[in-house]
């Protein structure tokens, strides 16, 4: 297999600064990986139509960046839902249907796959609890950030204590909505107009979801940052559901985003 190089991720400064003692976290990118054409790089997607043994081969080197084996590399099969998993030492390979996951075990590395939609890695680093979710814009609007956050207090932190980052995604100036996307949140929210804004094709918007991501995080009273890193026009580094979609491709990878409680 091709040996693209090492993966490189990209570590986030808030994370790092509060938590990086307690927790190691990476927000990968397509580098480092053995899959090619559309796929090429780090393709970590099992729902993707790369080649398995590839697909193995990526997940394999995420977890040997964070020391570990690849049975310790937890994700699930996401399904735009606010549902959360709870990962500890009995965990078994298993993919239910969930959006993110939480731990308070040591060596355990919690992974959420994007390809545009945000991944937000969450650590409470005096309780020693980590979280990871996916967010697009259905589990951002209807409650996936919430619910991890409630699942990491159950396992003992303190929402006050939670430091969260949101990783690459797609940013407002990509991401153009209809008319019926945006009736969609108003009807749950009329203030969640101030996150529209028109754009050049009549009765469509441009819609902002890393600044709904980042005040659902800071209304649930996370302390949170957003990489202001956009998928969408970085190719090199990203892949992107929307370019694919543009692009009329039959497929696209997913990158992964991790973390993991340190012993």
């Not at 938590?19 to 899959?35: D, E, I, L, Y």
């Not at 549902?83 to 308070?104: E, F, H, K, T």
């Not at 939609?117 to 996936?144: N, Q, S």
């Not at 939670?162 to 153009?176: C, D, H, K, Q, T």
Request: glycine share 10%.
């Amino acid at each position: 297999m091709k040996d693209d190089a090492l993966p490189s991720p990209i570590e986030s400064p808030l994370l790092t600064e509060r938590a990086g003692k307690t927790a190691q976290h990476g927000f990968f990118t397509r580098a480092g990986g053995v899959s090619d054409g559309i796929y090429r790089g780090l393709n970590v997607g099992l729902g993707s139509k790369d080649e398995r043994e590839k697909v193995d081969e990526n997940r394999a080197r995420v977890a040997r960046w964070f020391s570990a084996t690849p049975d310790r590399l937890a994700t699930v099969h996401q399904v735009h839902s606010p549902d959360v998993v709870l990962v500890d030492g009995d965990y078994d390979g298993a993919r239910p249907q969930a959006d993110a996951l939480v731990s308070a075990t040591p060596g355990m590395v919690l992974g959420v796959l994007a390809a545009d939609c945000g991944p937000i890695l969450f650590c409470d680093p005096e309780a020693r609890v980590v979280g990871a979710a996916h967010a697009g814009w259905k589990g951002a609007l209807y409650g996936v950030l919430e619910s991890t956050v409630a699942a990491m207090e159950r396992l003992g932190a303190n929402r006050r204590n939670i430091v969260a980052s949101l990783g690459p995604s797609i940013s407002r100036r990509n991401y153009e909505v209809g008319p019926e996307f945006v009736e969609r949140f108003l009807g749950v929210d009329r203030a969640y107009e101030r996150y529209f804004t028109p754009s050049e094709k009549p009765g469509h918007a441009l819609f902002d979801l890393p600044g709904l991501t980042t005040q659902r995080l800071a209304d649930a009273g996370v302390t949170a940052e957003n990489l202001d890193i956009c998928t969408y026009p970085d190719e090199d580094r990203f892949f992107s559901y929307r370019r694919t979609t543009h692009r009329q491709e039959p497929d696209y990878g997913r990158q992964i985003s991790a973390i993991m409680l340190r012993g």
